[in-house]
Every structure is written in C-alpha cells, then in structure tokens.
C-alpha cells in the first residue's frame, strides 16, 4: 500500500504570500491527482499528473510531479481567499482508478 | 455539467441498524466506487464497481457491506448492521473508464452518523 505524506498539515497565510504543499511517498506512483475539497462538499479534481518532471499549471497553480515519481508539490502564487480550501493528493495506478489519498494540507487565506 | 448527487446528505441511525446509501452517477460513466472519510482521517478506498460486479474492495470492505445497480440509474451502498466505527463522510465517484485520463467526479457525500 503506497502511503502519501503531505506537508505541512496547515497553512495560514495573507492574501497575496505564495505558499507551496507536498506530497511525499517511498513509492513510485503511476500517476498522482490533486484534489481540492471544500466543507460538506466531495473532492473536486484539479489536475494529473504522469511523467516524471512534468509541471502543470492551472491559473496561479503550479503543480510539479518529481523526476522519480515519488512526490509532488502543489505551488499557489499570490493566493486569494478563496484559495482557502482541503487540498488532497492521491495516488492511483495506471488502471482501476483505485486512488490512495494523503491527509491533506488545510490552507486558509485571509484578506 | 452533469454531477454526481448523493442521498441522503445526513443519516442518522442507531448501532445494528442497516442503512442505504444512495448515489445516482454521472448517466455516460461506467465505472463506479464508494470512498469514505472518518471525521479528520483519510479519505479512504471502500470498492470499485464495474459491468455490475464489484472490480476491487478493500478490506475495510467487509461482510457488512454490499453495493447494488438496482436500476441501471442508482448505486446504492447497504451496510447490514452498523457499528459506531461506521460513522463518516461516505463519497461515491464514478468515472468514464478506469484510466488515469478519466478522472473521478465526487458526490457531496452522506454523512452517516452512528449513536
């Protein structure tokens, strides 16, 4: 079972800071998702990630698989309060969708 | 855009008692999968249904629990006697295939409550 480690588990920040999360394993993953989750709501995918070294940017997020495929990092630039939300990595195999979650990174930006 | 609706959003229920959890996936998605998220732990995998068959469980899957496509419309997840441990954010998904190019669309999710 691949275990996920995300860091740091909370993040307070002023509107405006940059701010960057992890995610971390001993195991190579075959494709790695970012979700975000908001209070009473079900995840909501933001981005996969499969080749090595790829980055992948949406808006003022930029996430960053590793080269060895074993961690990631989600970077948010100039961040908003409605930033302010769960963020979850999960790693899934290459079938089944059969996703395994970290315990996420709490980020809260206030205005 | 089509989503995923969970019902009910809150059940409560007493210890022994069976619960039905009701999901009606995305109408084109043929993959679907019950997840679960015990109150500040993990979202964690429960089984993965596909073609009418469960395709993988975990071993939080236990005896206790079952899934169904009564309708063609409806994924329901049944757990038969409840246990407090129970208590949690259940979430269904559902995705078109079961590629990491088809991503899981999440329900809102039924908090089940356990007294």
């Known amino acids: 079972t691949q275990l996920l480690k995300q860091s740091p588990q909370f993040l307070s920040i002023q509107e405006g800071e940059n701010l960057t999360v992890y995610c971390n394993s001993s195991s190579v993953f075959s494709s790695l998702q970012w979700y975000r989750q908001e209070p009473g709501e079900g995840p909501v995918l933001l981005v996969t990630v499969v080749t090595g070294g790829e980055v992948k940017k949406l808006k003022r997020l930029t996430f960053q698989f590793g080269d060895a495929r074993k961690d990631s990092s989600l970077h948010i630039t100039a961040a908003q309060p409605g930033d302010t939300g769960l963020y979850l990595c999960a790693a899934g195999g290459e079938y089944g969708n059969k996703l395994v979650f970290g315990a996420g990174t709490i980020l809260r930006v206030k205005s | 855009e089509p989503e995923v609706t969970q019902t009910p959003s809150h059940q409560v229920t007493q210890m022994g008692q069976e619960v039905i959890l009701r999901c009606v996936p995305i109408?084109?998605?043929?993959?679907f999968y019950w997840y679960r998220q015990i109150l500040g732990q993990k979202v964690e995998f429960l089984v993965s249904f596909y073609n009418n068959e469960i395709s993988e469980k975990s071993e939080i899957f236990d005896d206790q629990f079952s899934v169904e496509r009564p309708d063609g419309s409806n994924f329901t997840l049944k757990i038969r006697s409840t246990k407090l441990e129970d208590s949690a954010m259940y979430f269904c998904?559902?995705?078109?295939?079961?590629?990491?190019?088809?991503?899981?669309?999440f329900g809102n999710g039924t908090r089940l409550t356990v007294t």
């Open positions: 998904a559902s995705s078109r295939d079961s590629s990491y190019n088809s991503p899981l669309h």
């Open positions: 109408s084109n998605h043929l993959y």
